[in-house]
């Protein structure tokens, strides 16, 4: 046998060893090792990660507790698919979710990522509804699966390339404030943006033939915009007035980032089909439809299932990132410490005019950065570089944007003020170093 090759030998491999679909994405840290706050390069040197893994690692890295949980399952038995055994895992997993979602969104079919959860919170919609149209919002990310790349349009990329999609899929306007679709000025706002459903259902395709909306409480992958509670509230009434069924995608909103367990619950706005996935299960791949039990009821048996979904080391890893969230006050923590990030990132807003809005809430917050001028024309080459600056002193964020013009600052949950206000400084002496 030969010597297996070490890692920087791999790294320098990596362009020819992995798609270039995959591989062109930034920055590639070589990176061995993770603990809480902290991502650890090959060198030994210590990164703040203030992307949490894209939302996922939202009790830390490596949890000593998730850890535990993981070890335990893995030892006694990794997997078995789910219906030719059941495992007390996944089934303590579904009963502790009931606890923590809004009430009323307590059956569950588990999945691996969250495209799948989408895929299935789509196919649900359908079965039981028996109407075939989808409604989803421009700017929208939901995954990169054909149906999934369907319902997104936060950057033509998804799509390119892999047409035909899903057929059946309209959109409407998203309430994407600072460049408000129908110009107009929030404090005047009454929500015109919301015509284009009306449009939408006088043109293109009546409610009685929507089995869905489908829309994520606060954009992820368009840079964290962040609609009034309004158009949430619109939505569900909308949705009762037709019969359309209400999906969530809280793939990114969700276990706790936005200062409630769900953003339904910051909103108040419950829907009647979530996807969860990300934060569940702290790294493992686990995802979830959830709904209710009157409507999972229309699922017939066998009309949907799957093999690795609901993995028992997941839902172990699941259990323990719940019980961690609640023991450690998680959702407090990222209320308070939400603000701090809030409240400094607006001081800088105030010194550096490149930063032209600022947006979010709890720990989802969302810069996005605008040449000098009254034009707010994005500036992706500001964001660029602030990236790399940051990363030279030690902190980890990462972009988002239709243009990569916003820069979002996602920390586990479990950040302290100290780890806030180190960012914070690395970001005001990057954006100095910019301006000098
Ligand atoms: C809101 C949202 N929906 C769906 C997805 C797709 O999840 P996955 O990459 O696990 O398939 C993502 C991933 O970033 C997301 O942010």
């Known amino acids: 046998m030969t010597t297996p090759k070490d890692f920087a030998q791999l790294i320098e491999q990596m362009p020819q060893l992995l798609a270039p679909s995959l591989a062109r994405d930034w920055p590639n840290l070589p990176v061995n090792r993770a603990e809480g706050m902290y991502l650890i390069g090959v060198d030994g040197r210590r990164y703040l990660d203030f992307t949490a893994g894209i939302a996922v690692l939202n009790v830390g890295h490596c949890h000593p507790r998730v850890v535990e949980a993981a070890q335990q399952q893995t030892a006694a038995m990794i997997h078995s698919a789910v219906g030719i055994t059941q495992t007390a895992a996944l089934l303590r997993l579904a009963d502790e979710l009931t606890k923590v979602l809004p009430p009323g969104l307590d059956s569950f079919f588990f999945g691996n990522s969250g495209a799948e959860a989408i895929e299935g919170a789509l196919k649900l919609a359908r079965f039981a509804t028996g109407r075939p149209g989808f409604i989803a919002f421009w700017g929208g990310f939901h995954g990169r699966t054909l149906a999934t790349a369907a319902l997104t349009t936060s950057k033509g990329k998804y799509r390119a390339g892999y047409e035909p999609l899903l057929p059946g899929v309209y959109f409407a306007d998203y309430p994407y404030c600072y460049r408000c679709p129908v110009n107009r000025q929030p404090a005047t706002c009454h929500l015109e943006c919301m015509a284009s459903l009306d449009t939408l259902f006088s043109r293109a395709i009546a409610p009685g033939e929507v089995a869905a909306f489908i829309v994520e409480p606060i954009q992820g992958e368009a840079g964290f915009v962040t609609p009034p509670v309004e158009f949430l509230q619109r939505l569900r009434q909308l949705a009762d007035e037709h019969g359309i069924l209400l999906i969530f995608d809280e793939i990114q909103t969700g276990f706790g980032r936005t200062g409630q367990m769900f953003a339904a619950q910051t909103f108040g706005v419950t829907p009647d089909i979530m996807a969860i996935a990300k934060g569940i299960a702290s790294g493992f791949p686990l995802s979830a439809v959830v709904a209710s039990r009157e409507l999972m009821k229309k699922w017939k048996p066998g009309a949907h299932s799957t093999t690795f979904g609901g993995n028992p080391v997941a839902c172990a890893a699941g259990v323990a990132t719940l019980e961690v969230i609640r023991d450690e006050n998680l959702l407090d923590n990222c209320?308070?410490?939400?603000?701090?990030?809030?409240?400094?990132?607006?001081?800088?807003?105030?010194?550096?005019?490149?930063?032209?809005?600022?947006?979010?809430?709890?720990?989802?917050?969302?810069?996005?950065?605008?040449?000098?001028?009254?034009?707010?024309?994005?500036?992706?080459?500001?964001?660029?570089?602030?990236?790399?600056?940051?990363?030279?002193?030690?902190?980890?964020?990462?972009?988002?944007?239709?243009?990569?013009?916003?820069?979002?600052?996602?920390?586990?949950?479990?950040?302290?003020?100290?780890?806030?206000?180190?960012a914070l400084q690395i970001m005001d002496e990057s954006l100095a170093v910019m301006s000098a």
């Open 335 to 422: 209320r308070q410490m939400g603000a701090r990030l809030l409240a400094g990132v607006q001081q800088l807003q105030a010194r550096y005019p490149i930063i032209g809005d600022v947006r979010g809430l709890g720990l989802m917050i969302g810069l996005e950065f605008v040449q000098p001028g009254p034009d707010r024309q994005p500036n992706p080459q500001a964001v660029t570089r602030l990236l790399d600056e940051c990363l030279k002193r030690g902190l980890l964020l990462y972009m988002a944007g239709l243009h990569n013009h916003v820069i979002r600052i996602f920390p586990p949950l479990i950040v302290t003020a100290a780890q806030i206000d180190e």
